[in-house]
C-alpha cells in the first residue's frame, strides 16, 4: 500500500515536500516514482529512481524537483521547489513490486501566482 501526504496550497517561487509512505511487503519494490495528473489529462512521470541508483526528472522539472529516499523507514519523498503555477496538479506515488503496480491516492498540489 502507498500513502501519499504533504500536498497543499504553495505560492509561486516557493516550495513543498510530498511523501510516500509504504506498507506491506516492501522487499519486492523495484521500482519508485512520481506522476502527476491535470484534469482530463493522463498521467504522466514526474520524477523517478532508476537502476544502479540514479534518478529521472522530467525537463519540466529538471533542477527544481528532487527525488529522496529512506529504505529503513520506507518512504519515497518529492522536494518540490521553484514553484510554478503549471505545477499544480494531482500527484501519485507509484511502485512495482514484482510484476504487480501499485498507486497511492493522490496529493493535489495547488500553486498560486
Known amino acids: 500500500q502507498l500513502v501519499e501526504s504533504g500536498g497543499g496550497l504553495g505560492q509561486a517561487g516557493g516550495s513543498l515536500r510530498l511523501s510516500c509512505a509504504a506498507s506491506g511487503d516492501t522487499t519486492c519494490i523495484s521500482a519508485l516514482a512520481w506522476y502527476r495528473q491535470y484534469p482530463g489529462k493522463a498521467r504522466e512521470l514526474v520524477a523517478a529512481?532508476?537502476?544502479?541508483?540514479?534518478?529521472y526528472n522530467a525537463d519540466s522539472v529538471k533542477g527544481r524537483f528532487a527525488l529522496d529516499r529512506d529504505k529503513e523507514k520506507n518512504t519515497m519523498d518529492l522536494q518540490l521547489n521553484v514553484l510554478k503555477v503549471e505545477d499544480t496538479a494531482v500527484y501519485y506515488c507509484?511502485?512495482?513490486?514484482?510484476?504487480?503496480?501499485?498507486w497511492g491516492q493522490g496529493t493535489r498540489v495547488t500553486v498560486s501566482s
Open positions: 529512481f532508476t537502476g544502479g541508483g540514479g534518478t
Open positions: 507509484n511502485a512495482w513490486c514484482d510484476t504487480t503496480e501499485y
